[in-house]
């Protein structure tokens, strides 16, 4: 069935370091993701996305990469800062990115920003 | 511009009991989709609302049900409620076949079932 993973539950990363959290996919037919923070006792707050016909996409201090071949996307947080402390999910969804979508969420990585 | 709000924000229900939730989405938004988020998990989704209807629905079983508005707010209904059933429930909003539009949440409803 459809499955998102990902590699680490905890990543711990000192503060103005730059940070990658990684994501795998087993949906062959995904085509869009979006990667989303979750601060505790709050809802997932979006964070960027990108459909499969691109590779690289980037925000503030934000990149999301995509490798379709292998199924895998990345989070790159540039500089980051306090404030970044929160569990990211991964989602993906075979729908196009068209807001009719059905997200499959992967368990999170739980990243902590070391003063 | 209100983000999309859900109530209440938390709630405690008997075990047996039935529950109601409500979300306004996001201004602009036609579409409301449900999720269900156990402790230390992710979000997994419930059912989706478009034009009243439900569209597409996920793995929960019938004691889930849901409801759209004209003005596109919906409510998700659960009976019969088990002890498993305790979680952050969420709703998203999004517009339908909108290309380039985002997916927003909002902060959840807590549900504890004692």
């Known amino acids: 069935g459809e499955s998102v993973g990902l590699h680490l539950p905890t990543l711990s990363v000192q503060e103005g370091d730059n940070s990658i959290i990684n994501c795998a996919y087993s949906?062959?037919?995904?085509?869009?993701f979006i990667w989303y923070k979750q601060e505790s006792g709050k809802g997932p707050q979006f964070i960027i996305d990108i459909r499969s016909n691109m590779d690289k996409r980037q925000g503030q201090r934000v990149t999301v990469l995509l490798n379709k071949t292998v199924k895998h996307l990345s989070l790159q947080i540039a500089a980051t800062q306090p404030g970044d402390s929160a569990v990211y999910f991964c989602?993906?969804?075979?729908?196009?990115?068209?807001?009719?979508?059905?997200?499959?969420f992967g368990t999170g990585t739980r990243l902590t920003i070391i003063p | 511009d209100a983000g999309v709000t859900q109530s209440p924000t938390h709630l405690i229900k008997t075990r047996g009991q039935q529950v109601t939730l409500r979300c306004s989405p996001k201004s602009g938004h036609d579409t409301v989709s449900w999720y269900q988020q156990a402790l230390g998990q992710g979000p997994q989704f419930i059912f989706q609302y478009y034009e009243e209807e439900e569209r597409q629905r996920g793995n929960f079983p019938d004691r889930f049900s849901g409801h759209q508005f004209p003005n596109y707010s919906s409510e998700l209904n659960v009976n019969a409620l088990l002890l498993g059933d305790s979680a952050l429930y969420l709703c998203?909003?999004?517009?339908?076949?909108?290309?380039?539009?985002?997916?927003?949440f909002g902060e959840g409803s807590w549900l504890t079932v004692v």
């Open positions: 998203a909003s999004s517009r339908y076949e909108g290309r380039g539009n985002t997916i927003y």
């Open positions: 989602a993906e969804s075979s729908s196009g990115g068209f807001g009719n979508e059905k997200l499959t």
């Open positions: 949906n062959s037919a995904s085509d869009y």
